[in-house]
């Protein structure tokens, strides 16, 4: 989500799950604060806090006078929502948009991903940014698709033990066992799912309803633990429904 985050660095959003903001503070506050495109606003008038509003409001009301360079425009994990009943409630809550993440946004996210292959990097990515900012994750992502990514999944399903302290002992990845043994489990899910006539990214593409929020994310989820897959929670999916274009 994009929420606002004052001065003193707490986000306004922390203990509440994201909805929409006042279209006028987006149009007044946020081009101020960073190049925003089109596509950016709409995104954030659609999806951003109402907390960071009421608490911009209630401000506003008392007096309280905002300088601009005091609101940082900022993406979670799940880029535009926040669900805080499951498991990344503890992740880091914002994080600045840098350049990197901002071309990112403008010319990857929610362009429509068909393939296996490219919905598995995306489900890993998904994964590895738990607890950490998009920023990171995109500066190393080369170093990702090199060490695990370029892989088939049929060899990523057969890593064992010393692949896995392989990976541990390369500085340029995120070095974190839990998120490595995910990948590996959800490789193995991949492949199961083959047995039942389909891949990831059809699976995923063919799953009805489709989630149009957080909340509607819920049986997918399920559908996906019963099949295997792991350390997916509802946000954690619905961000890659976003960003391979299966939800707008």
Excluded at 87 to 101: E, F, G, M
Aim: proline share 4%.
């Amino acid at each position: 989500m994009y929420a606002a985050s004052f001065g003193c660095g707490t986000p306004a959003c922390a203990n509440v799950a994201a909805v929409r903001v006042i279209p006028s503070l987006t149009q007044c506050w946020y081009p101020r604060a960073m190049k925003i495109t089109p596509r950016a606003t709409r995104a954030i008038s659609s999806a951003a806090s109402r907390t960071a509003g009421v608490f911009i409001k209630n401000s506003l009301q008392r007096g309280t006078k905002w300088a601009p360079t005091a609101v940082k425009v900022s993406m979670t994990l799940s880029h535009f929502e926040l669900d805080t009943h499951q498991d990344n409630q503890q992740q880091a809550l914002t994080r600045d948009v840098t350049p990197l993440v901002q071309e990112y946004f403008d010319t990857e996210w929610g362009n429509p991903v068909t393939t296996e292959k490219e919905m598995f990097e995306l489900l890993g990515l998904e994964v590895f940014v738990v607890g950490l900012s998009w920023n990171l994750i995109l500066h190393k992502r080369d170093a990702l698709r090199r060490a695990i990514f370029n892989n088939s999944i049929e060899t990523i399903a057969r890593w064992d033990e010393a692949d896995v302290e392989a990976l541990l002992s390369d500085d340029t990845i995120i070095r974190n066992r839990r998120k490595i043994n995910a990948v590996i489990t959800n490789a193995q899910a991949a492949l199961a799912l083959r047995d039942e006539g389909t891949d990831l990214a059809e699976f995923l593409w063919s799953f009805e309803p489709t989630p149009q929020s957080v909340e509607d994310t819920k049986e997918l989820v399920k559908a996906l633990k019963v099949r295997g897959f792991t350390m997916l929670g509802p946000v954690t999916v619905f961000a890659l429904l976003q960003c391979t274009g299966i939800t707008s």
